[in-house]
């Protein structure tokens, strides 16, 4: 079955670079791509980044310049970095299936919190 | 960027009622238009995608129609599961932007 599992350290120091990791099964990054979605405490939904099956990847264009999205794909392992860290970065991160093509995510991980504090 | 306006942001109804939550787009998305469903603590799920296509496991309860800009979800007959917050999401391209959120509540 398909799943997806977030990992990556609960709590980041200001101006620090998070790195998280979503470990993907039942599916192959070559086929779909996957999606960083994150979540403030008591807000809304914002996309991040994506990477697609052919490997090719798109910004939150508010992000870009902070951003980096990777895959090992013999891991089955999409890659986020975010460097500049600041307070209003923490939240709940999420990655999930996306397909170009298709538009919506289908499947999505339980989320990782990350906190931003000194 | 597509920007995506919501309404409302909270609801308030009863079980058995009736629901909609509305989703204008800032141009013109081709019904790729998806909905999720968010529980307090868990993750969304993908309830329709396409604007009106039920996705695998969703009840018949769940519905939605639109074209062009304007877009909406229906629930028929509220269940205590359906309480919930709600978010529609452009798919047309990259970069994916998301309603701001529908709370529904239990009156």
């Known amino acids: 079955q398909v799943q997806l599992k977030e990992s990556g350290p609960g709590l980041v120091q200001p101006s620090r670079t998070l790195s998280l990791t979503c470990t993907v099964s039942?599916?192959?990054?070559?086929?779909?791509?996957v999606s960083w979605v994150r979540q403030p405490p008591g807000k809304g939904l914002e996309w991040i980044a994506a990477?697609?099956?052919?490997?090719?990847?798109d910004y939150n264009s508010a992000l870009k310049s902070r951003l980096s999205i990777s895959r090992d794909t013999s891991k089955s392992q999409v890659l986020l970095k975010m460097n500049s860290l600041q307070t209003e970065d923490t939240a709940m991160y999420f990655c999930?299936?996306?397909?170009?093509?298709?538009?919506?995510?289908?499947?999505w991980g339980q989320g990782v919190m990350v906190t931003v504090s000194s | 960027d597509i920007q995506m306006t919501q309404s409302p942001a909270s609801l308030s109804a009863s079980l058995g009622e009736t629901v909609t939550i509305e989703c204008l787009a800032s141009?013109?998305?081709?019904?790729?238009l998806a909905w999720y469903q968010q529980k307090p603590g868990k993750s969304p799920q993908l309830l329709i995608y396409?604007?009106?296509s039920l996705h695998t496991g969703v009840p018949s309860r769940f519905s939605g129609s639109g074209s062009g800009t304007q877009y909406s979800l229906k629930i028929n007959s509220l269940q205590p599961e359906d309480f919930a917050s709600y978010y529609c999401?452009?798919?047309?391209?990259?970069?994916?932007?998301f309603g701001a959120g529908t709370k529904l509540e239990l009156k």
């Open positions: 999930a299936r996306d397909t170009i093509a298709a538009g919506y995510f289908d499947y």
């Open positions: 039942g599916f192959s990054l070559t086929s779909y791509g």
């Open positions: 990477i697609w099956s052919g490997g090719s990847t």
């Open positions: 141009e013109d998305i081709y019904d790729i």
């Open positions: 396409d604007a009106s």
């Open positions: 999401q452009n798919g047309l391209s990259a970069p994916r932007t």
